[in-house]
């Protein structure tokens, strides 16, 4: 497929850079923003998809798997055929709701894509005009060409209680790098009280054990609350856990996530409501968790990941945000508990979605919103390989 530089496929629009010069809470200062004529990575349009939500890679094959908000799953084998995923669970889809997430059980290298344990998060209907998120827990055979089954497909958790709307359902899925714990990013669905509730799944982390066999070995147990919609959960190469999240007119945020702690929301935030309405910013001698980094105006993100490749020595250890408005990729640098902004690299369309291939590329998905097709994009350093 052609190769060509960034500058022909990504823009810089007005309005990102004027977002773009505003610095970020916890940098004092402003961040980097590449021009057209300077950007560091090439791309190649590898596929479409139609409203992509999550991608991941087989480590053992390179193959990338992408879910669909409508409710199918797709795949690219490194030689870039096309292949799809039956059986999956039907999907309560409009809104921000459908076909979620997509991971693999930790461990799984073989070289040939036979059988896979696969974990996956969707939105299902309730009783009324209720909805909630589930994760399920399948074993993925691939016995066809260009063809895989999600098979024994059995639900592990189910976010309780279901209510109104189809927003903020954030379940994004992570292991810790030891495999004994899935963590499970659970929004508060526009409701933002029950963030605040303990005994609601509602605006927390779940964390739920598994044993050896990927099945889930103990209760789920909340393990933070005082969350909006998370749309980021990854371990960074310390093996600490961070989140990503949307605020509300202002205040997206990224946090360190630990034990038992309270992130504030709806209570304090960096931003403000919608209608304008003011919410206490975060504070030293508030009780509640703060931000590594904060956004106003927003970043929206759609997901993040912590680069470990070669291929991009000086991102080693960075955080690689897949931002949508502005439209791009956000990059952070980590320094103990705290960020900071270390540039933005905008792009023609909203990005959704973001992962490292086993060669250290980078491949990015773009959001659906207003558009017929989203293009799924490999990211190399300019001037090749």
């Not at 999600?150 to 379940?171: A, E, M, N, T, Y």
């Not at 509300?248 to 992130?263: F, S, T, W």
């Not at 990941?305 to 690689?320: A, E, H, M, R, S």
Request: charged content about 20%.
């Amino acid at each position: 497929m052609m190769k060509r530089p960034l500058s022909a496929v990504f823009s810089l629009l007005a309005v990102a850079t004027a977002s773009c010069s505003a610095p970020a809470t916890g940098d004092n200062r402003s961040p980097a923003v590449s021009d057209a004529a300077n950007q560091p990575f090439q791309t190649e349009e590898q596929a479409s998809f139609d409203e992509p939500w999550a991608i991941a890679f087989d480590q053992g094959t390179g193959t990338l798997f992408v879910t669909e908000r409508k409710g199918a799953i797709r795949f690219r084998e490194p030689g870039g055929r096309l292949g799809s995923v039956t059986g999956v669970p039907k999907v309560d889809y409009g809104g921000q709701g459908g076909l979620g997430d997509f991971i693999f059980a930790p461990g799984q290298v073989s070289s040939v894509l036979d059988r896979r344990t696969v974990y996956l998060s969707w939105v299902e209907a309730g009783s009324g005009d209720t909805r909630g998120a589930v994760v399920g827990r399948a074993d993925m055979v691939c016995e066809a060409q260009s063809s895989c089954d999600l098979r024994d497909l059995k639900v592990i958790w189910r976010q309780q209680p279901k209510v109104s709307g189809r927003g903020h359902f954030s379940h994004r899925l992570v292991f810790s790098p030891d495999g004994r714990y899935l963590f499970i990013a659970s929004g508060e669905r526009q409701k933002m009280q029950p963030a605040q509730d303990p005994a609601s799944d509602l605006g927390k982390i779940i964390r739920i054990p598994v044993d050896s066999t990927g099945n889930p070995s103990g209760p789920a147990e909340r393990y933070t609350l005082g969350h909006r919609n998370i749309l980021g959960l990854r371990f960074d190469p310390q093996g600490r856990l961070w989140e990503l999240e949307h605020g509300p007119r202002g205040g997206d945020e990224l946090n360190l996530v630990q034990p038992g702690a309270n992130y504030g929301w709806p209570l304090v935030s960096n931003g403000s409501h919608y209608d304008g309405t003011p919410i206490p910013d975060h504070s030293p001698d508030d009780g509640f968790a703060a931000p590594a980094i904060s956004w106003n105006p927003v970043i929206a993100p759609g997901d993040m990941i912590f680069y470990t490749g070669d291929l991009f020595p000086q991102w080693k250890g960075n955080v690689l945000i897949a931002a949508m408005l502005p439209a791009g990729i956000v990059r952070l640098g980590i320094d103990g508990t705290a960020a900071r902004e270390l540039g933005r690299y905008p792009t023609q369309h909203r990005i959704r979605s973001i992962a490292q291939a086993p060669d250290g590329s980078i491949w990015v998905v773009e959001d659906g919103k207003g558009l017929s097709a989203s293009r799924l994009l490999r990211l190399t350093p300019a001037g090749g390989e």
